[in-house]
């Protein structure tokens, strides 16, 4: 697992669209829509963001990202392949984005996940985050569960 930055672009567009794949699949509009993006704009998300890439050889293993929000950092885009689950690989993508936030000053890394995957809603209360908000709250981001960790 390492971190990616603008010249890793190519293995962070891998990455990524291996995650998009495994959650919503290739005929997606959001597939297409990553799928379509420009080296210019994977170079300028690797520079303003953090975004991590775990790799079996150069087949996609896991990733994160992470971007500041005012003092605030939000953890998105988290995706472990299936074969890779149950192995760890999830805490360490979390540790590195926990460190990066930390060196940033966040004072909170908040994050979103759907509400149906109790597995990933459990792993992130195991790894210290509570949920903050649930669907039918009216601030709830479209129907999404808002988790956040404080960074302390």
């Known amino acids: 697992m390492r971190r990616l930055g603008p010249d890793d672009w190519r293995a962070a567009r891998a990455v990524r669209l291996a995650s998009v794949r495994d959650a919503f699949g290739e005929r997606s509009a959001f597939y297409r829509e990553q799928a379509g993006l420009e080296e210019a704009a994977w170079r300028a998300v690797l520079t303003g963001h953090a975004r ?87 601030r709830a981001p479209a129907g999404l569960v808002l988790m956040e960790r404080p960074l302390g």
Do not use: C, I, Q
Request: net charge negative.
């Open 52 to 138: 991590f890439g775990a790799f079996d050889d150069d087949v996609p293993a896991g990733t994160v990202g992470w971007r500041p929000d005012g003092a605030d950092g939000v953890l998105y885009g988290m995706w472990v392949h299936p074969d890779a689950r149950g192995t760890g690989l999830a805490v360490e993508l979390v540790d590195a984005v926990l460190a990066v936030a930390r060196a940033h000053g966040s004072r909170t890394l908040r994050l979103k996940v759907e509400p149906g995957n109790a597995r990933a809603r459990a792993f992130y209360r195991k790894t210290g985050f509570r949920t903050v908000e649930a669907p039918g709250d009216d």
